[in-house]
Each structure stands twice: as C-alpha cells, then as structure tokens.
C-alpha cells in the first residue's frame, strides 16, 4: 500500500470547489478561531464551498475558523491556503444554494452597489 498523497488531495479538494460558481461579495463578517477572540474581517467573494477574506490577523493554514455572517448562524471553516492577508477558506458543511443566493443578493459587492445607486 502506497503512502497518502496530501498534496495531491489539496489539489482535488480545491477543483471540486471550483465546481461551484464563485459570486463577488463585500461582507463584514467575524471571524473565529477556537480559543481566540472575534475580528471583523472582508469577505470578498464566496461560493457553496467556501470564501476569499482579507484578514489582518494571523491564521495558519489548516487552522478551523467560524465565519459569522450578520444574519447567519457561524459557519465552521478550514483556511485553505493564505497570502499574507488573503485568505481562502473552505466551508466543512456546502451551503445549499437557496442561502448561497440569498448571501449574493444580500451582500453584493461594493463594487456592484455602487453602480446600481448611481443609476
């Protein structure tokens, strides 16, 4: 029996959430770890499977953290990767879709908000 390939199981983790459409956000959302107090953090995108935040604090990768989104129960997460203060997560339990769309017409990004109040 061969050893367990854990880079090769990152890579397939990370296709399948591709799987899932990626909406862009603009979300103030805290953050938690286990044992650490909670920050507020950007959410700057989000699908099924997980979001991107920009995050002042450190995290490392692997690290389980509860993404509280205003209106939300917490949401157990992995940090999947990070550089410097972006972040990718992933959600332990998918979202189904319903609340996935309810989130992107909640909080769209800024971007997209302000080109709508300017119209």
């Known amino acids: 029996m061969g050893t367990l390939d854990t ?3 990152t890579r397939d983790n990370h296709h399948n959430a591709r799987q899932y459409a990626r909406g862009n956000v603009t979300i103030i959302a805290d953050i938690r770890a286990r044992g650490r107090a909670r920050n507020k953090n950007r959410v700057v995108d989000l699908s099924q499977t997980g979001f991107r935040m920009h995050c002042l604090d450190d995290y ?12 939300f129960a917490p949401l157990e997460s992995r940090i999947a990767w990070r550089t410097e203060w972006t972040y990718g997560c992933e959600f332990v339990q998918p ?3 319903a609340i996935y769309e309810h989130i992107l017409n909640t909080y769209p990004a ?7 109040n300017n119209h």
């Open 7 to 9: 880079d090769h199981s």
């Open 110 to 116: 800024y971007e997209l908000r302000t080109a709508h």
């Open 95 to 97: 979202l189904y879709a």
């Open 60 to 71: 490392p990768v692997d690290s389980v953290v509860f993404l509280t989104i205003p209106g």
